[in-house]
């Protein structure tokens, strides 16, 4: 069974920049669709990012389309989330999650994914 930790979260200022990782262990998640999704106080889980195993097919939330960025190392079995010009709204715990189903396509529902990180904090100060 594969497990994920997720790393990089942390404190920054509007309009700056993070880098968050997932690095997954006990499996390969090569074959896998991954994606991130974040929740904020008193919201429910959204998926910001998902990536097919191939990384051919991406996904991104409306609201990080052009500041977020997904991808894959599937040799070093993490997967990143680049997030730029950071708002006070994207103030979240965010988490990684797997398919080990190994679907064609990457979800964006909580349903589509059946393991999950701890979650990193991702604090924006406005």
């Known amino acids: 069974q594969v497990q994920l930790v997720e790393s990089g979260g942390g404190l920054v200022q509007a309009g700056g920049s993070l880098r968050l990782s997932c690095a997954a262990s006990?499996?390969?998640?090569?074959?896998?669709?991954m994606a991130w999704f974040r929740q904020g106080p008193g919201k429910e889980r959204e998926c910001v990012a998902a990536?097919?195993?191939?990384?051919?097919?991406?996904y991104y939330a409306d609201s990080v389309k052009g500041r977020f960025t997904i991808s894959r190392d599937n040799a070093k079995n993490t997967v990143y989330l680049r997030m730029n010009s950071l708002k006070p709204e994207d103030t979240a715990v965010y988490y990684c999650?797997?398919?080990?189903?190994?679907?064609?396509?990457?979800?964006?529902?909580?349903?589509?994914?059946?393991?999950w990180g701890q979650g990193t904090q991702v604090t924006v100060s406005s």
């Open positions: 999650a797997a398919d080990s189903r190994g679907s064609l396509r990457p979800g964006v529902g909580v349903v589509n994914y059946d393991t």
């Open positions: 006990g499996r390969a998640i090569s074959t896998y669709p």
């Open positions: 990536i097919s195993w191939s990384s051919i097919m991406t």
